[in-house]
């Protein structure tokens, strides 16, 4: 399984940016697809995921409301629609993918994307 991620940059705080991953090779095989970052000197963080099958999604206190994950299984891609970014967004974005149930910590998913740099400017 190979997971391509894209759409970041810059912003500015109150703006937004969508990010989206794609999954190629046995994607069928996956249940849940989610997004984590990281910051500079931070350890990498759960953001938001989503079940491939009935949709259900988790978020993170820090971005409930202002975040929405979704997916479109025709083409395999999951997407990060940011809203309200604030500075504190501001980290390395990466998607991945794993077998089995939801999951936050990042040593429970199999397959990993490319990480893609978010920057949001006070």
């Known amino acids: 399984v190979q997971l391509q991620a894209s759409g970041g940059g810059l912003v500015q705080a109150g703006g937004s940016l969508r990010l989206s991953c794609a999954a190629a090779?046995?994607?069928?095989?996956?249940?849940?697809m989610a997004w984590f970052r990281q910051a500079p000197g931070k350890k990498r963080e759960f953001v938001a995921s989503i079940s491939w099958g009935d949709g259900s999604t988790y978020y993170a206190d820090s971005v409930e409301g202002r975040f929405t994950i979704s997916r479109d299984n025709a083409k395999n891609t999951v997407y990060l629609q940011m809203n309200s970014l604030e500075p504190e967004d501001t980290a390395v974005y990466s998607c991945?993918?794993?077998?089995?149930?939801?999951?936050?910590?990042?040593?429970?998913?199999?397959?990993w994307g490319q990480g893609t740099q978010v920057t949001v400017s006070s």
């Open positions: 991945a993918a794993r077998r089995g149930s939801h999951a936050v910590a990042p040593s429970n998913y199999d397959y």
């Open positions: 090779g046995r994607s069928f095989s996956l249940n849940f």
